[in-house]
């Protein structure tokens, strides 16, 4: 057997070894993330919830990176996931006979119409219909500018009032 010197003591070679190489670590920098199913869901809840990916990195106590290396499905379906849980829930609560729960999804069916309508303009509709607009609303400014262009019709004013009418000196605003 062949003998050599290691630090001072007398050390064996064992058949087919290697000798170790100093220094040399298991691995740099630091340990891998194990990813918990209850981190998942935490994830989801933060960006379902609109929290930006640095506060939700914030949160969690790790880097952005780190962040979107561990939770890149989570990030991405995260928010469309949470936001169908929370719709379920209250449809269901609203199926039960929770006033305010159908309220607010009767809500999001006219919201989600009128997103429609602007994503997907027919040729029957403007595009720039809006929920107010799809909803029926009209504000106080829009509803006295109405008023006051039929504001003459079917009185005895007549078309003194009338701003498209010949020689009238009104003038639209």
């Known amino acids: 057997m062949v003998e050599r010197k290691a630090r001072g003591k007398a050390a064996k070679a064992k058949p087919g070894a ?5 220094g040399k670590r298991k691995s740099a920098g630091r340990p891998e993330i194990k990813v918990t199913a209850a981190e998942r869901e935490k994830v989801e809840i933060l960006v379902g919830g609109g929290m930006p990916v640095e506060e939700i990195a914030s949160a969690m106590d790790m880097a952005v ?4 290396k561990h939770f890149r ?30 309220k607010s999804y009767l809500q999001h069916l006219l919201l989600a119409d ?9 040729a029957d509709e403007p595009a720039t219909t809006s929920a107010k607009a799809a909803s029926g609303y009209k504000s106080k400014k829009e509803a006295a500018q109405e ?27």
């Open 18 to 22: 290697k000798a170790a190489k100093k």
């Open 114 to 122: 009128a997103d429609d309508a602007v994503q997907n303009p027919s």
């Open 73 to 102: 499905l989570e990030l991405k379906i995260g928010r469309s996931k949470k936001r169908a849980e929370m719709l379920m829930a209250m449809f269901n609560s609203g199926k039960g006979g929770n006033v305010s729960a159908q």
């Open 65 to 68: 990176n780190t962040l979107k």
């Open 147 to 173: 008023e006051a262009l039929t504001a003459g019709v079917g009185s005895d004013w007549g078309s003194d009032l009338d701003p498209s009418a010949p020689g009238s000196s009104v003038k639209p605003n």
